[in-house]
């Protein structure tokens, strides 16, 4: 079965949704460990709520980015993880930390990518005053937010959006497409090629799950 280990800094609502996801069985794989920059995190609270492994390892562990991704990566290779997730990891990772896990790393960012890539993205869409935004799910790969892309579903932009009324209706994506992302992954079907993630067909397994971006609510 593949292990995910699981990265994450913030309020956890995705790590919640792929919990939810393997609990549901929709999602068929375990997670090792999850790894906290920081120990206030509300993510360390929910997967402690589940009986997850959970590894704290504060920015401060280490003096240089790369010796702190070595230490991480030695934590995953630890609890044998076969697909690194991150949920909200706030750190940027080192070319070694990629390389170490090639198109085994998945990050969720809140904007359909290549538009809006790093921080604060929610209100950039608002300010800039396009009509669609959402949620991507993508490879990590050296860059930032540039990895190849494996999802993506939008959501329409109202002229009285806020960012925080628009970071709610794309975290709502978020919480779709990212098991099922996972469960491509899980099932073999993700072929990188070159830029682009073709997605297999399936092999009519029972009880797969259904595209979210296709599904009723
Ligand atoms: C999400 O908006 C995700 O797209 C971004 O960080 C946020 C994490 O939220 N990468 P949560 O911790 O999963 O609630």
């Known amino acids: 079965m593949i292990n995910l280990g699981v990265l994450v800094s913030g309020s956890g609502t995705n790590l919640q949704a792929i919990i939810d ?3 549901a069985k929709k999602l068929k794989c375990s997670i090792g460990v999850v790894i906290s920059n920081s120990h206030g995190a509300y993510a360390v609270h929910r997967a402690k709520r589940h009986n ?3 590894e704290i390892i504060p920015n401060n562990i280490a ?6 991704d070595t230490i991480i990566i030695d934590t995953l290779k630890r609890y044998s993880v076969d697909l690194v997730v991150m949920a909200g990891f706030m750190r940027l990772l080192t070319p070694k930390f990629v390389r ?10 809140p904007a359909l990518l290549p538009a809006f890539p ?34 993506q579903s ?3 932009v109202y002229d009285d959006d806020t960012a925080e009324t628009l970071r709610q209706r ?6 779709k497409i990212y098991p099922y992302a996972i469960q491509l992954f899980v099932e073999g079907r993700l072929e990188v090629k070159g830029r682009r993630v073709i997605v297999k067909e ?5 009880g797969s799950m259904q595209n979210p971006c296709y599904a009723d609510d």
Request: glycine content about 8%; hydrophobic content about 40%.
């Open 63 to 68: 003096n240089t980015r790369e010796d702190y």
């Open 52 to 54: 997850i492994p959970v």
């Open 118 to 151: 790093g921080l604060n993205v929610q209100r950039k869409a608002v300010e800039y005053g396009v009509k669609f935004s959402g949620a991507t799910v993508h490879f990590v790969d050296e860059g930032v937010d540039t990895g190849p892309i494996i999802i």
């Open 202 to 206: 399936h092999p009519k397994i029972k």
């Open 154 to 156: 939008a959501v329409p």
């Open 100 to 109: 170490a896990f090639p198109m085994r790393i998945m990050n969720i960012h």
């Open 170 to 175: 794309i975290l709502k994506e978020e919480h």
């Open 21 to 23: 996801a393997i609990e």
